[in-house]
């Protein structure tokens, strides 16, 4: 009869034990402040800007990625008779990523972006990426528009 005491308080010493390790599991994903560009943001063709973000996180963050895509629906009308000295427009995208050093909680993220001076004119997608050290991912997306060069009349 002792045998069977035992096993069961060997069993509530295991089961309370697991518990308590999944209590220490990091579920809490990091946080994501884009600070500038302001959205919606317009640039034009060829103008560069700075990416400004706050990546923070409860315990330590591991990596971020940032993302520009064309926000369309894919369907485009494109001339096939341009000749090699026009210069086709295409549709951006662009990524950057980075390592953040260990131990650290809060990250600045400065990137610079150049938008090539032949891209696509519309509204594109710039998202920012976050992973901690547990796995857990934050993504946060702003409209930029890409616009015509400025001519003067």
Do not use: R
Request: charged letters at 25%; hydrophobic letters at 40%.
């Amino acid at each position: 009869m002792n045998l069977k005491y035992l096993i069961l308080a060997f069993m509530a010493i295991a089961f309370l034990s697991a518990c308590d390790k999944d209590d220490d599991v990091d579920t809490t994903k990091p946080v994501i402040e884009v600070i500038a560009p302001i959205t919606p943001a317009h640039f034009h063709a060829g103008d560069e800007f700075q990416l400004t973000a706050l990546i923070t996180d409860n315990d330590e963050l591991a990596s971020w990625k940032v993302t520009v895509h064309y926000n369309a629906d894919g369907h485009t009308h494109k001339s096939a008779s341009a000749s090699a000295e026009e210069e086709v427009e295409v549709e951006w995208h662009q990524d950057w990523s980075g390592d953040i050093e260990a131990g650290l909680k809060s990250f600045d993220l400065n990137q610079t972006i150049t938008i090539p001076a032949n891209a696509e004119h519309g509204e594109y997608h710039l998202g920012v990426f976050a992973l901690d050290q547990s796995g857990n991912e934050q993504v946060v997306f702003i409209e930029i528009e890409v616009e015509g060069e400025e001519h003067a009349h």
